[in-house]
């Protein structure tokens, strides 16, 4: 059963840094592309960051670009997205979700997300 | 430049089918895929490469789509159907993931 799992959430101050984690069961991440997304308060959804399933190749929102770093370690079967110079628009709540093997779109698993707030 | 324009409301009557519409350049040259998000819940995949139904998902749940634009129809809605509808995208150049505003479906 794929299943993902995020953390590392929490309330942090402008300007601070926090760093999510994802956990995979049931596959292997390094077999798929792997994203993080977010979602505001009561807004839509908002794509952040890609990394292929090499690991070579990693794409992020220009919104974050600068700022964002998405990675993962396969041993751990884990992806994470460092975050620094956090701002209070970048509070919502992150998930990681599960592209194709060969393909970053579309997300047919994605796990139930970590709250960031920014304040 | 590349968006994804979606209706921030569709209202029908259970049983009757409702019709989300998504619209965007970047459709002419990429697949559109739909997700459906209950309130407190993650976004689940309900169509993808504009047509196609992952297993699990019920079949009333259709899609297609002509020139700039991706629909996607419930035909038959239920209670349970009642979320929020994402289209999702990417660029024209194939690089960046586009998502458009989402439609509150409402079964009245």
């Known amino acids: 059963q794929e299943q993902l799992v995020e953390s590392g959430g929490g309330l942090v101050k402008p300007g601070g840094s926090l760093r999510l984690s994802c956990v995979a069961s049931?596959?292997?991440?390094?077999?798929?592309?792997m994203s993080w997304i977010r979602q505001a308060p009561g807004k839509g959804l908002e794509w952040l960051s890609y990394?292929?399933?090499?690991?070579?190749?990693?794409n992020h929102a220009d919104s974050v670009r600068e700022r964002f770093t998405i990675s993962r370690d396969s041993a751990k079967n884990s992806l994470f997205l460092e975050m620094r110079s956090l701002r209070a628009e970048d509070t919502a709540l992150y998930y990681c979700a599960r592209g194709r093997r060969d393909d970053y779109k579309p997300n047919d698993y994605w796990g139930q997300g970590t709250l960031v707030t920014v304040s | 430049s590349d968006v994804l324009t979606q209706p921030p409301s569709v209202s029908v009557s259970p049983g009757q089918t409702a019709r989300i519409s998504c619209s965007g350049d970047?459709?002419?040259?990429?697949?559109g895929h739909w997700y459906q998000q209950r309130p407190g819940q993650a976004p689940i995949l309900v169509i993808y490469k504009d047509n196609a139904r992952p297993s699990g998902i019920p079949e009333r749940f259709s899609g297609s789509s002509s020139g700039s634009v991706i629909m996607l129809t419930i035909s038959g809605v239920q209670a349970e159907d009642e979320a929020d509808y994402y289209c999702q995208s990417a660029d024209t150049t194939g690089t960046f993931v586009l998502f458009g505003g989402g439609t509150r479906l409402t079964a009245l």
């Open positions: 049931g596959f292997i991440i390094s077999d798929y592309y």
């Open positions: 970047a459709l002419t040259k990429q697949y």
């Open positions: 990394i292929s399933p090499s690991g070579g190749f990693t």
